[in-house]
T-cell receptor, first 110, second 115 residues
C-alpha cells in the first residue's frame, strides 16, 4: 500500500474549522483515500473516503488535490468530541485490508 | 448503518491460559473480517485477514499458532490468543466492510491484560 504522511499533532479551538492535511505522493490511480478517527480506548470510526472528487458527508468534507498527491480532511466546526487521532489511509480498489500509519492527534481547545 | 460488535471489551487472564475474542457483524454479512492489535500510544497493526469458510491470512511476523482465527459463519469471527503471556497484553480490534470498496466498520476493541 502507498504510504501517507501526516503531522503528528494539531490543535484547534472549539467551534472553529480544522484542516487536517495528508500527503500521499506515491498514490496510484486505483487507490481510494480513506479517513478514520480513533477516540481514546475505542476502535476506529469511519469518517469519509473518496477517489478523485471532493466529498462531503455529515461528519466532514474531504478535499482532494487535482494531482491526488495530497488531501485535506475538513471538520467545519470542531467540538470537544472531535478530539481524536485521525488516520489517512490509501486503499487499493482490489485490496481488502487497511494499513494504518501514525495519524494526527487532534486536540480541541475549549 | 453497519455495526460490528466485539466481546469482551476487557479481559484479564493468567499467563499460560487462552482467551477467545468474538467479533460479530450485527446487521450485515461479512465474508471477510480483519484483526488488528494496538499497543499504547501506537497505531493499529493488521494481524490477519479472516475469511469465512477458509483459513485466515496472517501478516508477516504474526504467529498463526499463537493467534488462532476462526470464521465459521458470515457474521462471526473469533480470535483466540493461546498460551497467553504478558507481552500479548494489548488492545485487539476487529473490523469488517459492508461492501467491497466501501468504508470499514470497527469493533469497540478488547483490552487484554495477561498477568
Amino acid at each position: 500500500d502507498a504510504k501517507t504522511t501526516q503531522p503528528n499533532s494539531m490543535e484547534s479551538n472549539e467551534e472553529e474549522p480544522v484542516h487536517l492535511p495528508c500527503n500521499h505522493s506515491t498514490i496510484s490511480g486505483t487507490d481510494y483515500i480513506h479517513w478514520y478517527r480513533q477516540l481514546p480506548s475505542q476502535g476506529p470510526e469511519y469518517v469519509i473516503h473518496g477517489l478523485t472528487s471532493n466529498v462531503n458527508n455529515r461528519m466532514a468534507s474531504l478535499a482532494i488535490a487535482e494531482d491526488r498527491k495530497s488531501s485535506t480532511l475538513i471538520l467545519h466546526r470542531a467540538t470537544l468530541r472531535d478530539a481524536a487521532v485521525y488516520y489517512c489511509i490509501l486503499r487499493d480498489t482490489g485490496a481488502n485490508n487497511l494499513f494504518f500509519g501514525t495519524g494526527t492527534r487532534l486536540t480541541v481547545i475549549p | 448503518g453497519a455495526v460490528v460488535s466485539q466481546h469482551p471489551s476487557r479481559v484479564i487472564c493468567k499467563s499460560g491460559t487462552s482467551v477467545k475474542i468474538e467479533c460479530r457483524s450485527l446487521d450485515f454479512q461479512a465474508t471477510t473480517m480483519f484483526w488488528y492489535r494496538q499497543f499504547p500510544k501506537k497505531s493499529l497493526m493488521l494481524m490477519a485477514t479472516s475469511n469465512e469458510g477458509s483459513k485466515a491470512t496472517y501478516e508477516q511476523g504474526v504467529e498463526k499458532d499463537k493467534f488462532l482465527i476462526n470464521h465459521a459463519s458470515l457474521t462471526l469471527s473469533t480470535l483466540t490468543v493461546t498460551s497467553a503471556h504478558p507481552e500479548d497484553s494489548s488492545f485487539y480490534i476487529c473490523s469488517a466492510s459492508l461492501f467491497q470498496g466501501g468504508g470499514y466498520t470497527f469493533g469497540s476493541g478488547t483490552r487484554l491484560t495477561v498477568v
